[in-house]
């Protein structure tokens, strides 16, 4: 089981948000170079990064502070990052930066098209994020629920080509109230390529729940407000799901 620090850029800060509120931000660093490093000595294995003002923007807003981490780790694990990224000129500029996966979001529900022509451009370097509340995929940083449901966007992307889906339960995120488990694993049920968990991870509990539900394809977790606040100790809980897994 995949833990994966997350770290969100907000004028060139880490911060956290609760349920995408631009507004709701809480600063947990200054230097996100160096919680980048935090988190690659605690033992992680690959990174998330969101350029929030990127995602409102529609283009990429923290390029400083995401060098910098490329530059910091980028040698050592898999990067992962999304927002604001709705062209292939962007995808080509991380990738050639040392960015291994870009994850696409908003734009793969409004242009499929664009998302169709990456997974072909860039085979092995894409991912989907798809944000839901009540089996519904909302966008736009959340602001706007679409009639689509999840599942059948997810099995289309999937024919399309991409890596892995990134499953956000948009109802719990920075709420530390737990993962969705059950909408999470009937997800990747349904699917051959990995689900990746996101979304209320509150603490230890969720991660050994997770790791039982890891042969039905999930893969991963996304590690936000919790690691930053202290309700689960990152090192500690890598470990664990280290020890479930042997």
Not at 3 to 8: F, G, K, Q, T
Request: glycine content about 12%.
């Amino acid at each position: 089981m995949l833990l994966i620090p997350a770290i969100d850029l907000k004028d060139g800060h880490c911060v956290r948000l609760k349920q995408g509120d631009m507004d709701q931000s809480t600063i947990f660093g200054e230097d996100p170079a160096a919680i980048a490093r935090r988190w690659a000595d605690a033992g992680a294995r690959r990174l998330h990064l969101v350029d929030l003002n990127g995602a409102f923007a529609g283009q990429p807003k923290n390029m400083g502070a995401i060098k910098a981490i490329l530059k910091e780790v980028g040698g050592e694990m898999p990067v992962q990052l999304g927002g604001g990224i709705r062209d292939l000129e962007t995808i080509e500029n991380f990738i050639d930066a040392g960015m291994r996966y870009v994850i696409i979001g908003t734009a793969a529900v409004k242009n499929p098209g664009f998302l169709k022509d990456a997974c072909t451009a860039f085979a092995g370097h894409i991912i989907v994020g798809l944000d839901a509340k009540d089996g519904k995929v909302a966008t736009d940083g959340w602001s706007k629920l679409t009639g689509h449901e999840v599942a059948d966007l997810a099995k289309k992307y999937q024919d399309w080509g991409v890596e892995s889906i990134i499953y956000t339960d948009i109802g719990r995120d920075g709420m530390l109230s737990g993962i969705n488990i059950e909408a999470t694993v009937k997800l990747a049920q349904s699917l051959t390529i990995p689900v990746i968990a996101s979304g209320g991870l509150a603490g230890m509990n969720d991660i050994e729940q997770l790791c039982a539900v890891e042969k039905d394809g999930v893969e991963g977790v996304i590690c936000g407000r919790a690691i930053y606040s202290g309700d689960l100790d990152f090192a500690a809980a890598q470990e664990r799901a280290d020890q479930l897994k042997a």
